[in-house]
C-alpha cells in the first residue's frame, strides 16, 4: 500500500522549502494541487517533473475514490497547496479523514504556514491560540466571528483579504472590539509589512492605504472581557411572543445586525 504526504510550500520565498519536502515531490508518483499551472510553475523551479493533477474546493469530494485506488495499487502520493500548509482553509480535511478512517499511511511533513510565522511575530500571548479561518464576508457568520472574539481569552489568528481588511476593522470597532492586533501583509515576501497597534490605531494606518497580497491577522484577548451571547433568532422569538409588529421587529434589528430590513422580515414573516 502506498503512503500519502501532506506537502506544505513556501508561502513567498521559495528558500523556506525544505530538502525532505523538494526529495518527496521528486519521488512520489503524483501530486496532488489547487492550481496546476502555478503549482507547475513551483516544481519547474525545483526541477521536479512529478505528474500533477487537480484537487480543489469543487472537485475534492470526487478525488477522494481516485487517491485512495493508487494508494491501494501502491503508489505514493502528495498533496500541495497554492502556498503553506494544506487544509488550513484549504480542502483536504474530508480526504484525510477518509483515509485514516481506512487505514492508509498518511505522512505530514513540517513546513511553512503564515498562520505560525504571523503568530510568533505578533509579541502576543502564544500560550494557547485560536485560529479562525477567513472572516466571513457578512450576515450572522460575521456577527458569530465577531462574537468569538469579544468573548475570547486567548490570541486569535485569521485571514481575510486586502479588499476587505478596511471595511473588517469598522465592523470589528462598531462591534466594540478593543483589542491589540496585528496586520501581515504579504509574509516572507520581498514586500513584507507588518502594522502593529490598537485596533483603532490600525484603523487609522490603514485608512487611506490600497493593500494588496495576502493578509493575516492576529488579534490579542480583548482589554474589556463582554462576555456576549448573541443568538438573533432567540432575540425575535422574544419580540414575536410580545406580540411586537413585525415590520418594527425587523426595523429595531436592522439597526443592530447587518441584516437589512427586508431580510428580517422575510425572516419572521411567517413565524
Request: negative net charge.
Amino acid at each position: 500500500m502506498g503512503t500519502f504526504y501532506i506537502c506544505p510550500t513556501p508561502i513567498g520565498n521559495l528558500d523556506d522549502v525544505s530538502a525532505r519536502i523538494l526529495d518527496t515531490l521528486k519521488n512520489v508518483d503524483l501530486i496532488y494541487c489547487e492550481d496546476t499551472r502555478r503549482a507547475k510553475k513551483l516544481l519547474s523551479h525545483f526541477q521536479i517533473t512529478t505528474p500533477v493533477s487537480s484537487y480543489f474546493l469543487g472537485n475534492e469530494h470526487k478525488k477522494i475514490k481516485e487517491v485512495s485506488s493508487y494508494l491501494l495499487e501502491g503508489k505514493n502520493v502528495a498533496l500541495i497547496s497554492d502556498a503553506g500548509t494544506p487544509l488550513i482553509s484549504d480542502p483536504g480535511s474530508e480526504l484525510i479523514s477518509h483515509l485514516v478512517e481506512n487505514k492508509h499511511d498518511v505522512v505530514s511533513i513540517p513546513g511553512p504556514s503564515s498562520v505560525l510565522v504571523a503568530l510568533t511575530i505578533s509579541g502576543f500571548d502564544l500560550s494557547e491560540f485560536q485560529f479562525l479561518g477567513f472572516i466571513p464576508k457578512s450576515g450572522k457568520e460575521k456577527i458569530d466571528f465577531a462574537l468569538k472574539l469579544l468573548n475570547s481569552s486567548m490570541t486569535s489568528v485569521c485571514f481575510t483579504s486586502p479588499k476587505r481588511i478596511n471595511k473588517d476593522i469598522l465592523f470589528f470597532q462598531e462591534q466594540g472590539l478593543d483589542s491589540e492586533i496585528v496586520v501581515c501583509r504579504e509574509l516572507t515576501k520581498k514586500f513584507e509589512t507588518i502594522y502593529r497597534g490598537s485596533i483603532d490605531d490600525i484603523g487609522e494606518q490603514l485608512f487611506d492605504k490600497e493593500l494588496k497580497g495576502e493578509i493575516t491577522l492576529v488579534i490579542a484577548p480583548p482589554e474589556k472581557k463582554l462576555n456576549i451571547n448573541y443568538d438573533l433568532d432567540s432575540s425575535l422569538k422574544v419580540f414575536i411572543d410580545n406580540e411586537v409588529p413585525k415590520r418594527e421587529i425587523a426595523k429595531a434589528v436592522s439597526n443592530i445586525t447587518e441584516y437589512s430590513v427586508n431580510e428580517i422580515y422575510e425572516r419572521i414573516k411567517d413565524l
